[in-house]
């Protein structure tokens, strides 16, 4: 157990729709990372945050936004859902940030389909 | 092209047996690698983590980077049933971070 909990587990939603996934970094840890993972594309680092202010973007569609709360938990919201939006998301946290090299503790994942 | 490659496998070896994982690069700001083992159904957990060139040794495995051909290396000596996994290598530098694919691997015991 890493101590990076993601909620929810599962997410069946349809196109078009709007859904947020949760994210609680491990205790301690001000960087919170956002991933996507998907089979033809491996895994995509989308954004970072620390400590609130966005540090660095990724791969991360105009139609995906996240933000890191005062207490450090984390949301990304995915909105006008596609069929290729179904994948696995990630998130991690690291304790700092600097160049991203920070031992970064993923969570369990969060599957979303679109049907 | 992408910026990582990584030959997703799989790869099926037999218990016991040297295991050489690969990945190769094309940005030269990448100055951070990183390797993560990935069991189904869970989120990557880092094995190794190296800077500069040159070897790095952690029990039975050891991280190799070779900046000038764009070349990294895990090697997994000894291999047992419980390193079947997927590996992924992770590279950063100038605010990026791009994984590989992954390769799959299983063990035989």
């Known amino acids: 157990d890493s101590g990076v909990t993601q909620t929810p587990k599962h997410l069946i939603t349809a196109t078009g729709q709007r859904v947020t996934l949760r994210c609680s970094p491990r205790?301690?840890?001000?960087?919170v990372y956002w991933y996507q993972q998907s089979l033809d594309q491996g895994l995509q680092f989308l954004i970072q945050?620390?400590?609130?202010?966005?540090?660095a973007k990724g791969n991360i569609l105009e139609r995906f936004s996240a933000q890191q709360f005062p207490d450090l938990h984390s949301e990304l919201n995915l909105s006008s859902l596609e069929l290729g939006d179904s994948a696995l998301y990630f998130c991690a946290s690291s304790l700092r940030t600097s160049t991203m090299a920070d031992t970064q503790y993923f969570g369990p994942g969060t599957r979303l389909t679109v049907l | 092209q992408k910026e990582v490659e990584q030959d997703p496998g799989p790869l099926s070896v037999p218990e016991g047996a040297i295991v050489s994982l690969n990945c190769t690069y094309s940005?030269?700001?990448?100055?951070?690698f990183m390797w993560y083992r990935q069991y189904s159904r869970k989120g990557p957990e880092l094995l190794m983590y190296?800077?500069?060139?040159g070897n790095k040794e952690d029990g039975r495995f050891t991280a190799q980077v070779d900046k000038s051909s764009k070349y990294i290396s895990l090697f997994i000596r000894d291999s047992q049933p419980s390193d079947s996994a997927t590996y992924l290598c992770a590279m950063t530098g100038a605010q990026k971070l791009v994984f590989g694919q992954g390769t799959r691997l299983t063990i035989n015991p």
């Open positions: 205790s301690g840890d001000l960087s």
């Open positions: 945050y620390y400590n609130g202010e966005e540090r």
């Open positions: 190296t800077y500069s060139s």
């Open positions: 940005n030269s700001a990448f100055q951070y």
